[in-house]
């Protein structure tokens, strides 16, 4: 059941602070991130989920779910690490999708995959103000897009999928940021290089976004 625009956004405030403390709150760097199986896995739970749920005249809040967020009064259940932040969500989903057979995604279905790391995050809110609210001034992208936490030898991120109908105006956001957003197949990462060889991302990191 989506929620109406109105609670959407006041909860979506509400919950600013709460997702912010939650990724700023964990800095276990020995944290062991979600594998490849993981990722494949839910960019189609992702895929299945916000795909029909596409509103371009609304990134701020079609993609915030109240179905999906994560309890903000839970912490205690969420201290191992903001992988399991994104595991809460991850896990409403597949419920909410009904508990369908795990198949690993094969294509992104046109859209692209985002990475955002908090710890590199200036804070100005200017990729907010580019992508309309598609990510929040924290620029953490709407969870109902989360895929996984990824934990690499110099860098962590979280994973998310961007449908087709938004990458433009994530683009314009990317050109804004202070960095702690970007693509991943522009990345130098070591899941950038597996999905590579899987063929789930395009070879060329310089494509076309238009």
Known sequence: MQHNASSGNNTTRAL???????FDGFKR????GDNLQTVLFRITEAIAWCAPRVDISKPKDCFRSLDLVYDPFCYDSLREGRKEVVASVAGKRYLALGRPQEEPARNLAGGRLLIYEPDVNLFTGLEEDETNGYV???N????DTW???????????LLSWVPPEFVTLMTSGINASDRSIGWLDEADLLLTASLRRNGLIDSNPFRSTT
């Open 29 to 32: 760097k020995a944290e062991r």
């Open 140 to 143: 953490v992208p709407p969870w």
């Open 16 to 22: 600013k602070g709460n997702i912010l403390g939650l």
């Open 147 to 157: 895929v996984a936490y990824i934990y690499e030898p110099k860098r962590d991120y």
């Open 136 to 138: 929040d001034y924290d």
